[in-house]
């Protein structure tokens, strides 16, 4: 099977070529991401625990979903086909904001992304995919912060990164 590739881009977002995924977060080379938040009619945040066999942050909690846009994909498009591929179901989804992070794994791998982020709403539990996904949970976002500083451990670098993010921008 041959490795996705990311698309890499410069401080604007613009592409500047291609690489593969794990040559990318080895080097910590700028490349597009996206990050999808799921809300219920409650305003409860849908997260996922990641599965134990994925290879950087197994068995954290993180966002409704996340990953790489493929090379001709808009940013929507590639974050419903990921929805659907990790948490079994499809929503209309918004892009609110997009921003650079970089954050480093204790084995060695970096994330530097220029990640857009998308909001939808969905009310039913999801059909999670176990090859991606442990187990979910649907949060209240007072809890989620006071969970997140209580056992900030508990949770992938990337999600508290883009929900702290999330909360400046959209003042939750």
Known sequence: MKEEQVILVNEQDEALGVMGKTEAHEKGVLHRAFSVFIFNDLGELLLQQRAKNKYHSPLLWTNTCCSHQRIGENNVTAGKRRLQEEMGFSTDLKEVFS????AAF???????????????????DPQINTDEVECFKWMNLTDLVEDIERNPAAYSAWFKIIFSEYQQRLIL
């Open 99 to 102: 921003f650079v992070y970089k």
């Open 106 to 124: 204790d084995n060695g791998l970096i994330e530097h992304e220029y990640d857009h982020v998308m909001i939808g709403t969905f009310n039913d």
